[in-house]
């Protein structure tokens, strides 16, 4: 009977550990759209044709998105440090600097205005991007918004920064394509004449 015994704890033991894998694996998977939905939004405000607007909207999509994302991990999001969030993001000079220009050159009218929405688009949704995955590891490995160390979150945030950046250049090309494959072949003809 020990036997049996032993070989049903055991059983349960396995079943709940692969529970709580599945549960885990669900709860980041539903966190990874949360992002996603976030750096589509953060592309759209990098749009914005006003210079320094995109910038006050982008970060208002990062806190919400934070927000969002503790919720989601059942930590309380009442008290967000946002010094504490705001030092992870404009700590990244790099990032904040070519933001910051790309924002200037929208106040060149025409062509100005043109380059400066694409690349401030895509810096807003890798910056969304990098920023979502920093918090997900934070609150997967049990962290909440008290604790959070944004200096300690800097080299991450610059890896995730970088594969953001490819995320957001990979969703213009699909917003492209989709686009031209919606056109008319009366339309594409008359382009490649």
């Not at 208002?60 to 930590?75: D, P, R, S, V």
Request: hydrophobic content about 40%; proline content about 4%.
């Amino acid at each position: 009977m020990d036997q049996d015994t032993a070989k049903i704890s055991e059983t349960i033991d396995e079943l709940e550990t692969n529970l709580h894998a599945v549960a885990s694996a669900l709860r980041r998977s539903e966190a990874q759209n949360i992002v996603e939905t976030n750096v589509i939004t953060s592309m759209a405000s990098g749009l914005i044709p006003v210079p320094i607007f995109d910038m006050i909207s982008l970060t208002n999509i990062q806190f919400h998105m934070i927000q969002t994302l503790a919720e989601h991990y059942e930590i309380p999001a009442d008290n967000i440090n946002k010094s504490l969030i705001t030092s992870l993001i404009f700590g990244s000079l790099p990032a904040i600097s070519i933001l910051g220009l790309g924002s200037f050159f929208k106040s060149i009218p025409g062509i100005g205005s043109l380059a400066g929405s694409g690349s401030v688009s895509i810096i807003s949704g890798a910056i969304s991007y990098a920023v979502g995955q920093v918090f997900i590891r934070h609150f997967q490995e049990g962290g909440t918004l008290e604790d959070f160390n944004p200096v300690s979150a800097k080299e991450y945030f610059n890896e995730q920064f970088k594969a953001g950046k490819l995320i957001a250049s990979d969703l213009i090309q699909e917003i492209k394509q989709r686009k031209k494959d919606k056109l008319p072949d009366s339309e594409t003809s008359s382009d490649a004449a």
